[in-house]
């Protein structure tokens, strides 16, 4: 290293593991134990090994670590669409769940969520220095969007299934839409109309038939139920469409961006909600709180997901068993954009 007066200077040596244990006074195991963010060292003892560590600027080498344990400390993440409300809440949560157990995050976006595009991501990864998958590619109908094996790498799917090969994690999408639905009927609507996710969403086809299901335990009629694309505009559209069935009394939306724009279509057309027609959605986004009126919604527990992902993960990681399907309970957010139906001057006969 070059000085100001042009003098070369002999490059610090970096601080090693022997440099750290004397400092502290402990064995360089003790060290190794902290450095690998092990649990069998002493608060005290550990405080002190961090203080030397920082002192001495010292940085643990983990490619020479991984070297020796075959382990990166690495988690693979594919995803499709940050865009996507669910997608972003889950990511947040598997990147804070992975930085409290020590490991760093390489991320894969794909273009669509095709066959092809899944491989090819699988593949790039399978080249880098990962331990394991976890994958936030939702299945589509006829997709073949499926996980294959990576090596003896481990992968978690984040998705509404459990016909894959590897561990799945996700909401109870059936019972959210059970439990929405549920709620309608015993304020008193005869029935209740159904803004669905797109066709191809596996998510969708369940909240569909929760919706469908409870419908028919009840006996009420079905009405045919329009599909949007979780999109705001694609619940503006079908809300006018639905603003103009004077019988319509209440509206389940498969999220809450579609509800949104399910209420101002339904505001422009005059129809009062929650007086003339109670809507619901289903996610819990934290703007649903803010909605004119505050939006009646499912509430998925996204960081519980992506947590739950990256312990199964990291569980297989480590050499415990593989999990399996795991499900997250949702739970119904009453707020006021549902009333009880005997305020709907058209629910009265």
Known sequence: MRTESGEHRPRRREASIDDVARLAGVSGQTVSRVANGRTNVGAATRERVLAAMRELGYRPNTAARALRSGKFRNIGVVVFTLASYGNLRTLEAVAAAATDRRYTLTLTPL??????????????????????????????????????????????????????????????????????TEHLLQLGHPTVAHLAGPQDSHSARLRLRGWRDTLLAHRCAVPEPIHGDWYSDSGYSAGRTLAAEPELTAVFAANDQMALGVLRALAEAGRRVPEDVSVAGFDDMPEARNFIPPLTTVHQDFTSVGRTAVEALVQEIEGGPPAHYQEIAPRLVVRDSTAPAAVHPTARG
């Open 111 to 180: 273009a669509r969520p095709a066959e092809a595009e899944v491989s090819a991501a699988l593949d790039r990864l399978g080249e880098q220095a990962v331990d394991g998958v976890i994958m936030l590619v939702e299945s589509r109908q006829g997709g073949g969007v499926e996980e294959r094996p990576l090596r003896d790498i481990p992968v978690v799917v984040v998705d509404s299934r459990a016909v894959h090969r590897s561990a799945v994690v996700d909401t109870d999408q059936y019972e959210g839409a059970r439990l929405v």
